[in-house]
């Protein structure tokens, strides 16, 4: 969109509108009668309303709603400033008359997720909860909007979603665009492929980048504090950075996994009987703890890493016990020994020893960590996300399944449950035949454990049907 010429309002509301309704049509909104419409088309821009009282507002409301008065439930509203130059705001808003039909849809997080995903929190507002029309927008967020006293006066309860722009500038058009668009698909205005690529480019213009080089920052991490935890949910490839993580610092790696029943003598040292001698003797065992520490202590040229898998799975407190000490991080004191085992005592872990451990986020029945072990780790998060390359020749990675998968999470799931989202290793096979066997006997056991829970229950449908739809037939509910 090119630069207005100054003292052109009037206008620049025209085109903004004109602009909004053909977006709205390019993301499948219907209007072809008041019985077949996706929308109401609300507008005050008078003269009044734009330049004397800054009350000017223009905007979809629903449907069901009348073409004037009060309405009710969830809005798309742009409000111009009161002369040339000012800047606008383009808001989710709450009709005055509040909820009537968009209670269940405004508690759902997934649309307040949305909305943070185009909105930049340098010049947007999210409030915590869309149910809310009691608290005002922050004052120091209203500073930056002089120009419309009135519509803040009157809506700013009412907008639990909103960012200043300059309508005159490409990335306010953008902005407007990417506003609709959620908008269109909270309202479901879409019928095709070609509505839904259009909203989808409309939010990803708007969308801060969220490409991250986990590999690149977890090795610089484990650099700089060398013992790490790496933690997610089922499927996320913690294990296996962990492992590439051993192979970057070109390491001697030693690997365990921690179970329920593993204790300080099988991680760091203890004695075992020796069954083969005539009369009961025992000798000592060295815990894979010790073992490393032990290379790494002969070999201080060389880097050693010590991988604990599933973490959290044993009582930590009962396995650590006195080398609890000796990962406190960055300290300068180092003046009392830690008996390793045997005669092996230690003031201070070797530079070149590195531990990485990974922890489980959505086994629900593991025992917590302890905050002190919190504090002298750090603690890493790995996400879901889509493969694009690295994979084996022959195997594939089933990106619509992912994304199925993957949209119904980020609508429904609240942030507590997010961490229960499968990883991308769940749909990774070498075709389609494998990989519905993957989902009939792996995701669809693992997503009715989570409702048989209590977990992510709103989405039941949602999940049922991609379930019916994807193995082509009834399953058991």
């Not at 479901?188 to 690149?216: F, L, M, P, Y």
Request: glycine share 6%; hydrophobic share 35%.
């Amino acid at each position: 969109m090119t630069d207005q010429m100054p003292g052109d309002l009037n206008e620049l509301v025209n085109q903004i509108i004109d602009f909004s309704i053909s977006q709205a049509t390019l993301f499948g909104a219907k209007q072809e009668s008041q019985e077949k419409r996706d929308y109401v088309f609300r507008r005050n821009t008078s003269k009044e309303a734009l330049e004397e009282d800054g009350a000017a507002y223009f905007g979809f409301i629903s449907p069901e709603e009348e073409s004037s008065g009060p309405y009710h439930d969830l809005s798309l509203v742009i409000f111009p400033g009161t002369k040339y130059g000012d800047p606008w705001l383009v808001a989710l808003g709450i009709g005055t008359l509040g909820y009537k039909n968009d209670y269940e849809l405004a508690i759902i997080p997934g649309l307040r997720r949305s909305f943070s995903k185009i909105i930049n929190p340098q010049n947007g507002f999210l409030k915590t909860s869309f149910l809310d029309i009691e608290s005002k927008l922050p004052k120091e967020f209203t500073q930056k909007i002089p120009g419309i006293p009135k519509t803040l006066s009157t809506y700013g309860k009412l907008l639990p979603a909103c960012e200043i722009i300059d309508p005159t500038k490409d990335e306010g058009k953008e902005k407007i665009r990417a506003f609709i668009a959620v908008y269109s698909n909270m309202r479901q205005w879409a019928t095709n492929n070609n509505h839904r690529d259009n909203i989808q480019r409309a939010i990803n213009k708007c969308t801060k980048s969220q490409i991250v080089d986990d590999e690149g920052v977890v090795l610089a991490l484990i650099k700089q504090r060398k013992f790490v935890v790496l933690q997610g949910a089922p499927g996320t490839g913690k294990t296996r950075l962990a492992q590439i993580i051993a192979d970057r610092l070109n390491s001697k790696t030693f690997f365990t996994q921690f179970h329920a029943e593993t204790s300080y003598s099988d991680f760091i040292f203890g004695i075992k009987p020796d069954v083969d001698k005539d009369n009961l003797q025992y000798t000592y065992k060295k815990g894979i703890f010790y073992q490393a520490l032990e290379y790494s202590q002969a070999h201080p040229e060389s880097n050693t890493v010590l991988i604990v898998d599933e973490i959290n799975r044993a009582n930590l407190a009962n396995i650590l016990g006195p080398i609890f000490y000796l990962f406190e991080y960055d300290s300068d004191r180092h003046d009392v020994p830690v008996l390793i085992g045997g005669e092996l005592s230690i003031q201070k872990i070797p530079e070149n020893f590195y531990l990485i451990a990974t922890m489980n986020t959505a086994d629900r029945s593991l025992a917590m960590v302890d905050f002190a072990l919190r504090r002298r780790f750090a603690w890493y998060t790995l996400y879901p996300h889509i493969i694009s390359d690295g994979l084996k020749e022959g195997r594939n990675f089933f990106s619509e399944d992912f994304q199925s998968m993957d949209r119904i999470f980020q609508w429904y799931a609240k942030t507590e449950e997010l961490v229960f989202q499968p990883g991308q290793s769940y749909f990774i096979a070498q075709g389609d035949d494998e990989m519905r066997n993957r989902i009939r006997y792996e995701l669809y056991p693992l997503i009715t454990e989570y409702l048989s829970e209590g977990i992510l229950i709103n989405a039941k449908e949602d999940l049922i049907h991609y379930f019916r739809e994807r193995l082509g037939g009834e399953i058991a509910p």
